[in-house]
């Protein structure tokens, strides 16, 4: 039989999500057919750990309410169990994840609780990103931004929601950048793995209707571009109330269509 591609070591260069048009100076393997971190003992262990895991909770490998058996994991992923012990509670503080004595982890469902919420918070939160990168930016920034918006608009062409999700994040790390409020990329990088985490099942479902949603994307530039902080601010809440409408309808089992701009 062929080789296991985690024993093989079979490793893949990746782009970067946060930057698709840089390469990713991390090794991968590929791990269940999947590209998966290639991991070497360093003290960050137990975060590269929980990076992984996350994108498995994130992507739905690892599915809402799921139980997490350690020792499977730990085996699957070549480690032991105490950096994967820690990781889980990485990721029990970034809401992903779930521990209760005696009983382990399971994956935290996602309930429309939490997507109201959540979304509540991205709209206050990224209005203000989206502000404050208008009054901020300089040509590389917008440079940056133009280049992020044609792979959002290359992948909705291409119905390829993986590159889709990927470019609208770098989009997004590009606006946060611009903005120059580190205090504010400290609250944005908490809120990550939630949004990533909801953004992806939203975003599972409508491959068809990524030509509409990048609109959202092409105002959001052009009013940026512009300099004008109340345009920009306004087309990032609609998206955002947008999106937590897809969301509260999924989660109630709903197939939604996207609402015309």
Do not use: C
């Amino acid at each position: 039989s062929s080789p296991d591609p985690v024993t093989a070591g079979h490793k893949i260069g990746l782009t970067n999500a946060a930057y698709p048009h840089t390469v990713d100076s991390r090794q991968y393997i590929l791990f269940k057919g999947r590209p998966s971190m290639a991991f070497t003992p360093s003290e960050n262990l137990p975060e590269q750990l929980a990076r992984e895991i996350s994108d498995k909770i994130i992507r739905n490998v690892l599915k809402p309410g799921e139980r997490i058996l350690e020792a499977q994991l730990a085996q699957e992923m070549g480690v032991s169990r105490s950096p994967l012990r820690e990781a889980l509670r990485i990721l029990e503080k970034q809401k992903l994840v779930e521990l209760t004595p005696r009983k382990g982890a399971r994956v935290t469902p996602i309930s429309t609780a939490h997507i109201e919420w959540f979304y509540d918070i991205f709209e206050a939160l990224y209005g203000l990103v989206a502000r404050k990168a208008a009054e901020n930016a300089d040509d590389r920034d917008r440079e940056a931004l133009q280049h992020a918006l044609r792979n959002i608009e290359a992948a909705a062409a291409a119905h390829d929601i993986d590159a889709y999700y990927d470019g609208i994040f770098a989009f997004a790390a590009v606006g946060l950048k611009a903005a120059r409020n580190p205090l504010l990329e400290a609250l944005m990088k908490d809120l990550g793995p939630s949004n990533r985490r909801i953004q992806y099942a939203s975003l599972s479902s409508r491959a068809g209707e990524l030509e509409t949603n990048k609109r959202f994307f092409q105002e959001m530039q052009a009013h940026l571009a512009a300099g004008e902080t109340a345009g920009v601010e306004k087309a990032v809440k609609a998206y955002a109330r947008n999106e937590k409408a897809f969301a509260l309808k999924i989660a109630n089992g709903g197939q939604p269509k996207e609402n015309p701009r």
